[in-house]
């Protein structure tokens, strides 16, 4: 069983939803959690990072953090066509190597016109 | 200012051939990481590159596969003897310092195709 476990869709939704995308875990020593956006044919970007459990917004975009749970979401609102990307849910422990991201295996979204 | 740039872009190779790949980190950036991305599997950390400290090669899927980073900035990935599921895309990434939670900062990646 993978340490990060993501839905890799394919998620298809008309401009203008709300669009949840979701990540578990089973390592209970993550303590740094990001989402990465990655466009066809290129490499990924940080859109989120949230640091321990609790929520953290920027524009449309709100990220989630379910300690207890082991689970993770970013929602997107109002989505739009450039949102059509992959979206990676990544996290690092907080013991070990200070920066080797654990990644999902990515949800690959789709917003229709 | 200039980004991470990896080099090449695409790479076919037949089975058996050794490669190198190039990865340039964002200039004063301190800390460097190999990544795979393969089909289904999602990024796979192979090996992290912090200062002048030894590397972190924890990742490193066989001993065909090595890195080194001369100079503190570019990085050669060289995977020797390369077989069919070495095809993938080799995406290298830097940050600033190595600090744990620092945003790292992703090139376009290499695609390899092993024929």
């Known amino acids: 069983q993978k340490e990060v476990e993501q839905d890799p869709g394919p998620l298809s939704v008309p401009e203008g939803a709300i669009v949840s995308l979701n990540c578990t875990y089973s390592?209970?020593?993550?303590?740094?959690f990001m989402w990465y956006r990655q466009y066809s044919r290129k490499g990924p970007e940080l859109l989120m990072y949230?640091?321990?459990?609790g929520n953290k917004e920027d524009g449309r975009f709100t990220a989630q953090v379910d300690k207890s749970s082991k689970y993770i979401s970013l929602f997107i609102r109002d989505s739009q066509p450039s949102d059509s990307a992959t979206y990676l849910c990544?996290?690092?422990?907080?013991?070990?190597?200070?920066?080797?991201?654990?990644f999902g295996t990515g949800t690959r979204l789709q917003v229709t016109l | 200012g200039a980004g991470v740039s990896q080099s090449p872009s695409n790479k076919v190779t037949e089975k058996g051939k050794d490669v190198e790949l190039r990865c340039d980190p964002i200039?004063?950036?301190?800390?460097l990481y190999w990544y795979r991305q393969s089909l289904g599997q999602g990024l796979e950390f192979l090996i992290y590159f912090q200062g002048n400290s030894a590397p972190d090669k924890s990742g490193l899927p066989s001993d065909r596969f090595s890195a080194e980073r001369t100079g503190g900035s570019v990085s050669t990935l060289t995977i020797q003897r390369t077989q069919q599921e070495d095809s993938a895309v080799y995406l290298c990434?830097?940050?600033?310092?190595?600090?744990?939670?620092?945003?790292?900062?992703f090139g376009p990646g290499t695609r390899l195709l092993v024929l």
């Open positions: 949230t640091y321990s459990s």
């Open positions: 200039s004063g950036h301190t800390a």
């Open positions: 390592n209970s020593a993550f303590q740094y």
């Open positions: 990434a830097s940050s600033l310092a190595g600090q744990r939670g620092e945003t790292q900062y």
């Open positions: 990544a996290m690092i422990p907080n013991t070990g190597t200070a920066s080797k991201l654990t």
